[in-house]
């Protein structure tokens, strides 16, 4: 079975571009999270959505994120304008039937530089 | 609210030794999980265990084996004759019922095992 497929794996970009990354979650999960991950903050979770709706945002940093996920097969997670102190690596992971109990399972992260 | 603990920044030892991740977790509620995931160098998150608050069964599977005690909220991991591929980052993750969906992560404990 297809794991968590994240695009792109790498991402390079000027401060004040727009950058989205995606996600497409294993069949049949209903649970879908993105994170981010650095040295200084270690793994944060922004973003879960359960059923493509979103349940808590409240680790988002600021307004300049957003996230969606029109369908069960797709996640976008937008930064605009990005800065910096966003350069992290972002997960997004999935899960099935009752978040509370099973495990999540991660796609292989996108490593994002903002210069 | 929930929280982990990982006070364990970094562990260092040397192929064949025996060494145990520390977790201890905070939680109100009566029905909750936890998790242990690694994340080896090359940077994916990848689920190791689950356990929940109803099993404290301790659980060995090859090199591997966890300890679960609720009496002082630690669920403990030890890995017996450590080998070099079993350098990677470790965290722990606790799930609370009352709040689904939702996985609070401990910090990771870094461990390196030299040849």
């Known amino acids: 079975d297809a794991g968590v497929i994240q695009s792109p794996r790498h991402e390079v970009t000027e401060m004040g571009q727009e950058v989205t990354l995606r996600c497409k979650p294993i069949?049949?999960?209903?649970?879908l999270f993105w994170y981010r991950q650095t040295m200084m903050r270690g793994l944060e979770l922004l973003i879960y959505f359960n059923n493509n709706v979103p349940i808590d945002d409240s680790g988002m940093p600021e307004d300049r994120f957003s996230a969606k996920m029109p369908n069960a097969s797709f996640s976008t997670l937008k930064i605009q304008p990005s800065e910096p102190r966003d350069s992290a690596v972002y997960f997004c992971a999935s899960s099935w039937g009752g978040g509370e109990s099973q495990p999540q399972h991660f796609g292989d992260g996108t490593r994002l530089s903002i210069l | 609210a929930q929280k982990v603990t990982q006070a364990q920044t970094e562990i260092s030892v040397v192929e064949k030794e025996d060494v145990t991740l520390d977790c201890v977790y905070e939680?109100?509620?009566?029905?909750?999980?936890l998790f242990w995931y690694k994340q080896p160098p090359s940077g994916e998150l990848v689920f190791l265990i689950r356990?929940?608050?109803?099993?404290?069964q301790n659980e060995i599977s090859g090199r591997y084996s966890w300890n679960f005690q609720k009496s002082t909220s630690s669920f403990n991991f030890t890995i017996t004759a450590s080998q070099v591929v079993d350098s990677a980052v470790y965290f722990c993750a606790l799930s609370e019922y009352t709040n689904a969906g939702k996985s609070t992560f401990g910090d990771g404990t870094t461990l390196t095992v030299k040849p």
């Open positions: 069949s049949g999960h209903d649970y």
């Open positions: 939680t109100r509620d009566t029905t909750y999980y």
């Open positions: 356990r929940n608050s109803f099993d404290e």
